[in-house]
Nanobody, 126 residues
Framework: VQLTESGGGLVQAGASLRLSCLVSGLRFDRYIAMGWFRQAPGKEREFVAGISWTGSTADYGDSVKGRFTIARDNAKNTVTLQMESLKPEDTAVYYC???????????????????WGQGTQVTVSS
């Protein structure tokens, strides 16, 4: 199983970025919930956004609601995170995770995820 994130970078406050996560080695369109988490230096891994395996349900961390949008394309084994109005406090390494589930739910706790990508750095300057 491999999760590969891309799309991170250095941007100014107010800018947008789009992260992608390509999943291989899993039957992505069957019972695989996906999520994005982030971790800043000295802080715990934080839930950013999650989406159920059908894509019918999504959830967001309070700090990103209204600015970030998660989506998935089951035909392309890809989940994306569109980030708008970025703030310096969004600076972190962003990780995508995959969780094998039994129901069509969003998983918000990192401890339940089975697989992780290597992370992509997002840096927002003020």
């Amino acid at each position: 199983v491999q999760l590969t994130e891309s799309g991170g970078g250095l941007v100014q406050a107010g800018a947008s970025l789009r992260l992608s996560c390509l999943v291989s080695g899993l039957r992505f369109d069957r019972y695989i919930a996906m999520g994005w988490f982030r971790q800043a230096p000295g802080k715990e891994r934080e839930f950013v956004a999650g989406i159920s395996w059908t894509g019918s349900t999504a959830d967001y961390g309070d700090s990103v609601k209204g600015r970030f949008t998660i989506a998935r394309d089951n035909a392309k084994n890809t989940v994306t995170l569109q980030m708008e109005s970025l703030k310096p406090e969004d600076t972190a390494v962003y990780y995508c995770g995959a969780d094998q589930v039994n129901t069509d739910v969003v998983i918000t706790s990192a401890r339940f995820y089975d697989f992780w990508g290597q992370g992509t750095q997002v840096t927002v300057s003020s």
